[in-house]
Structures are given as structure tokens and as C-alpha cells.
């Protein structure tokens, strides 16, 4: 018997369902750093308790039924996720550019295409445009629509995106740009090392995802427009922002008002920006949030 299960044996309170329950519950919080004795099929000799249903003799390899259940779902959801995304870039390729100008349109493409699952519980009233268990444009629809109508008054022929993540924001995106600036040369790097599903979507425009890349690799090109959403430490930002955003027109911040990446990481460097370059660029807000909530946020410079 292990040791948990003994400690346990020897409980005054009672026998039986309740001790099978309690000893589970040791075994879990007993689990170690990498997750060994997870669950309370460490236990050798342990019997199905009412706690945790975990039968008899269970091999400790097998996964749990949420754990198998949680990848086909995933992949499911993701699927329709992504279909979802190629129907509006679709959309988007065949829009009228006065369309592109406009909030409502964009707005409503963004809440079509769906927000990524995220519980933490961020997007207030959004929340009803969150996909399912799946990925999906990471943003608060208005401040990105609000974002867009901005872009789409200026002239942008080479966009890069530091961080791309599952590819959401820079399909919609490029997808805009493009459409409303023929010949736009798109790119997105991460330095995760494989490529979103997004990345599956065959684009009329040029566009390049580029795995296992951070902006270290594109220190000596200029672009028009750079959205820096890679790693959201102070480092990072300022690391990103030297190699790419300042030589180019036009740099978009993501998170410049969110209170889950901290007041010391891109908040701090878009304030001290915001200083450092005054009377030479104009800075533009987008930080609209049903609950008046401080999440996400969005900055662009442009400079004069
Ligand atoms: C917040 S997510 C990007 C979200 C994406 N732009 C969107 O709107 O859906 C941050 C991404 O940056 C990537 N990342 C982290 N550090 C990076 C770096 N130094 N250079 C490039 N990408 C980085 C992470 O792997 C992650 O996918």
C-alpha cells in the first residue's frame, strides 16, 4: 500500500466510501513536480470511491476520460474555428474597400470569424463571441475594429507581426491590408516551431508564416506597419521595438492597457514611448471594453 493510502488506514473519523475519498485526495495534492502519482490510480490497491470513480487496478498510463476526450474536441472545434476564418478572409477578399473603412463591418466580421477560448474571463460582454474550446482572433472586437478603420486610411505595403500564435489576427488582417492595398507583402513569425492551422488558408495575397523566428531575424528591414505581440516582458518589447517597430511607419502594440500582462511590461514601454517621442509621432488608443475593464488595448504610433 503507499504511503498515502496508509496514512490514511488509520483515520478515526470513519472506514469505508470516506476513506477511499480522502485517500484519493492525499494521493492528488501528494502529486510530485512532474506530475507524478497524479491521480488517485497511484494508489496499487485502490478500490473505485465515490470521489473520483476511478476503477480497480487502473493502469497509472492511462489517460483519463478528459483527457482523451479533450484532443478530438479540440481538433473538432478548431476545424470549425478555422473554416469560420478562411469564410471571412474569403469575405474580406471580395468586400468593397469602403466596407474596410467601416467599424460596424469590421466589427462584425471579427465577432463572425470568433474570439479565442480563454476562461480567465477577460472579454466581458464579448464573451458571447468566444469560440468554444478553440482558437480564434484574441482580441476585444472593438478596439480591433477601431484599430483597423485607422490602418485603413493609410498607405501599407509590408506588414509583419511579431507573435503569431494560432494565426487569427494576422489572417483577418492581412486579409484587410491587402484588400485595400494590392501587392501588401504579409508576414507573421513566432518562435514557437510549428505553424498555426490558420496557416492552411491559401491567401490571393502574399503572406508568410514563419515558425521558430523572432524579430532578431529581421533587424536590418524596414516595413510600413509592425504589430508587436510576441513576448510581453519590458526586454521583449523594447528588443522587438529596436529591431523592427521603430525604423517602420507604423507600430501597433498589442496590450498597452491590460492589466494581465502588468503595469512593468508593455503598458511601462508604451508610456515611456509615448514620452520619448513626443512631437515627432502621434499616438493613437484603442481601449474600449464592455466592463470598463482594463484588457488588452491596443496602441499605434505613426509617425509625423
Ligand atoms: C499573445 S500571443 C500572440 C497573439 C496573436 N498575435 C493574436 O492576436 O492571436 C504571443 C505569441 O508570441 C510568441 N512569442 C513569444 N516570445 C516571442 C518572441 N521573442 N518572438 C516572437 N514570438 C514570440 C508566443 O509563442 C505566442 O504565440
Redesign the pocket.
Known amino acids: 500500500m503507499s504511503e498515502a493510502a496508509t496514512e490514511h488506514s488509520g483515520d478515526r473519523r470513519s472506514s469505508g466510501k470516506y476513506r477511499q475519498a480522502a485517500a484519493c485526495r492525499r494521493a492528488r495534492f501528494s502529486q510530485g513536480p512532474s506530475g507524478e502519482g497524479k491521480g488517485c490510480w497511484s494508489l496499487p490497491d485502490h478500490e473505485a470511491c465515490y470521489a473520483c470513480e476511478a476503477p480497480k487496478d487502473r493502469d497509472p498510463q492511462m489517460p483519463s476520460l478528459k483527457q482523451l476526450i479533450k484532443k478530438p474536441v479540440y481538433a473538432l472545434s478548431s476545424r470549425f474555428a478555422t473554416g469560420k476564418l478562411e469564410r471571412v478572409v474569403r469575405e474580406i477578399e471580395n468586400a468593397e474597400r469602403e466596407e474596410l473603412s467601416r467599424g460596424t463591418f469590421l466589427e462584425a466580421k471579427i465577432r463572425q470569424i470568433g474570439l479565442?477560448y480563454d476562461p480567465r474571463g477577460l472579454y466581458g460582454e464579448d464573451v458571447d463571441d468566444m469560440n468554444f474550446h478553440a482558437p480564434g482572433?484574441?482580441?476585444i472586437p472593438r478596439q480591433l475594429a477601431e484599430a483597423m478603420v485607422l490602418l485603413a486610411s493609410q498607405p501599407i505595403f509590408s506588414f509583419l507581426?511579431?507573435?503569431?500564435?494560432?494565426g487569427?489576427?494576422?489572417s483577418f488582417m492581412a486579409a484587410c491590408l491587402s484588400r485595400l492595398n494590392p501587392g501588401l507583402k504579409a508576414t507573421t513569425?513566432?518562435?514557437?516551431p510549428t505553424l498555426p492551422t490558420s496557416a492552411r488558408i491559401v491567401f490571393k495575397t502574399p503572406v508568410a508564416f514563419l515558425a521558430g523566428k523572432?524579430?532578431d531575424a529581421f533587424a536590418d528591414e524596414v516595413f510600413d506597419l509592425v504589430l508587436i505581440?510576441?513576448?510581453h516582458a519590458y526586454e521583449?518589447v523594447a528588443r522587438d521595438y529596436q529591431n523592427v517597430g521603430r525604423q517602420a511607419r507604423l507600430c501597433m502594440f498589442?496590450d498597452i492597457n491590460d492589466r494581465f500582462c502588468g503595469d512593468d511590461a508593455v503598458p511601462k514601454f508604451w508610456r515611456e514611448l509615448k514620452i520619448e517621442e513626443l512631437g515627432r509621432a502621434d499616438f493613437h488608443e484603442f481601449l474600449f471594453h464592455s466592463n470598463s475593464d482594463r484588457v488588452m488595448g491596443i496602441g499605434i504610433r505613426i509617425k509625423r
Do not use: P
Open positions: 479565442r482572433l484574441w482580441q507581426e511579431v507573435g503569431t500564435c494560432d487569427f489576427t494576422f513569425i513566432d518562435i514557437a523572432t524579430s505581440d510576441g513576448n521583449w498589442h
